[in-house]
Structure formats: C-alpha cells, structure tokens
C-alpha cells in the first residue's frame, strides 16, 4: 500500500524533471541553483535508509523548488525563493534522519521490553520453586517436632520423678518450636516476596572503593526516568543508605548500557539515567559537591554481550563511594 503523501511528491517530482529538461532542451541558461538543490534532494529520495521517511518535509521541499522553477534569474522575489527551497531541502533531511532515530528507539524499546518480561518470569518461576522447597523443609520439621514432643511426653510419663530430665525435654521442644517458627517466617517472608535488605541490590569493593549497582530495571525501559513501584523505591532507599554512611566521601555515579543500538543514543542514554541517580541523591540530603554523575555507554561491560542475560547485566548504574587520596 502506498503511502499518503507518497503520489503527490511523485507527481511533484515528475514535473520538476520535466521543467529541467525543457530548459536543457530550448537552450534556455541552466539554473545552477534549482538543478543543485533537486540532485540533493533525489539524493535522499534514492537513499535506502531515508528515503521514504519525513514524507511531509520532502513535499514541502518538493513545491519549494517548483516555485523556484518558476523565477526567473532576476527577479525580485527570486532570493527569496531560493532561501526557501535551501531551508526546506534541508529540513527534509533532518525531518528523516529524526524518523530514523526514533523508529531504532522504538526497536530498542521492544527488544528491551521483551528481555524484561523473560527475566521476570524466570525471577517468579525460581521463587516459587524456592518457596515450595522451603514449605516441604517446613512440613517435614513439623513432623519431626511432633514426634520429639510425643517422645518427650512418653519420657516424662516415664520420669516424672526426675526434675532434671523433665528441665532438658523442655527445652528440647522450645528449641525445636525456636526452629519451626523462624522457618514458617522464612517461608512466609519468601512468599511474599520480601527479601532481607542487604540482598537488594549488589554491592562489592574495588581499587577505586566500595560501589553498588542499580540494574537497568529500575528504569523505565529505554528511558532515564526512575519507575515509581515499590521495589524501585526500596532499592533507591538502600542506595541513599549506602552513600549516606560514608559522610563527606565523593560520590561517582557511572551510567552503563549493552552494545545494542545506536553507540551515540546509548551514550546519551547512559549519561541521563547517571545523571537520574544524581538527582535522585541530591534530592535525598546528599550535599551536590560530593556527587560526580557520568555516562559510559556500552564501553565497560561485566558480562557477554551476545546473550539476554549479560545483556540485561550490562545495563546498569554503578555507585561508587571513591577512598580518599590520603
């Protein structure tokens, strides 16, 4: 199906070419301008990548350079004309270089929305088996308790005159209801999804100092925006906890992403979610002069780029709490 604007820009084309070689064609002086802007213009038209993107742009090109078709070499609004035909042959060009960018982003944003949505899945997946796991433990620890306090009952009918074997029973069966509560609220914190808080997120300690990493998914995918859900904000409360005790320490902020996409976009895109967490610190009473925020793009990866997983582990932003000189 062709494009709505795709006839017109044709049918403009087409009579831009016929006016050229009728001048050609009667001897009439060549006009260098008008025939220098149309070989540029068909130049992005033949373009692969470009050519059938910023449709209302090479229109308004298109009728730019029929009207400069139309002025003579002296006339007074020829300058004119001609301004406006330079302006729009070059604003067709940014208009489909920008269709081209944005159709990669949204690309990228797909992609990366799909990788997430396994991720997650395979995430629940493994909590459910581990909560079953816990379950079973816990059923078969029940179990066992009840049968320590059948033998306990069976030994104190045997002894009730001893006082000390009645002291040791009793506290055989508080440590074993000790066990058995501890593992019903491991269970109970695992199936409600709750972690304890120094598994939040990944710290580690390096040359440069101590550092935690905030995974790409606290991000809105393809964004710098920080999601605003429950998880998020417990993990960017670990983090402002993190840095806040280390007073006075500088504070570098290194935005990351995976070698996926445009090197350039991603850099950006690496420098603003940086930049996201700075904002974020200061705004939670870290002093603006401790913090450093920059963007590295695809350049320092920790894991393999050709796979999902090492994908989605490239794409963070690294917290450094940096040691002193001294």
Known sequence: MSRPLSRPIALLSALLLSALHAVHAGGAPVDHDLQRLSIVLAQLEADPSLG??????RLRAHQALAALAQTGPHAKERAQALHIAESRVAAAHFAAEAD???RQIEQLDRAHDRILLEASRRDADRARAEAERLR???TAREEEAQRAE??????AQQAAGI????????????EARAKEAALAQQEAALSSGAAPARNILSTSNGPRGSAMTLPGGVFVPGKAALRNDAQTRTRLKALVDFVQASPGATIRIEGHMDNQGDPQLSLKLSQQRADAVR?????AGVPANRLQAVGLGAEQPVASNATAQGRERNRRVEVIVLRSAN
Do not use: H, I, K
């Not at 059938?52 to 742009?57: I, K």
């Not at 059948?150 to 030994?155: L, S």
């Not at 904002?279 to 705004?283: G, P, T």
């Open 150 to 155: 059948a033998e306990r009952q069976a030994q």
């Open 163 to 174: 006082a000390s074997d009645e002291s040791d029973q009793a506290r055989a069966l508080a």
């Open 52 to 57: 059938q993107l910023g449709d209302a742009d």
């Open 100 to 102: 081209l960018a944005e």
């Open 279 to 283: 904002n974020m610190l200061r705004a």
């Open 136 to 138: 079973l433990q816990n």
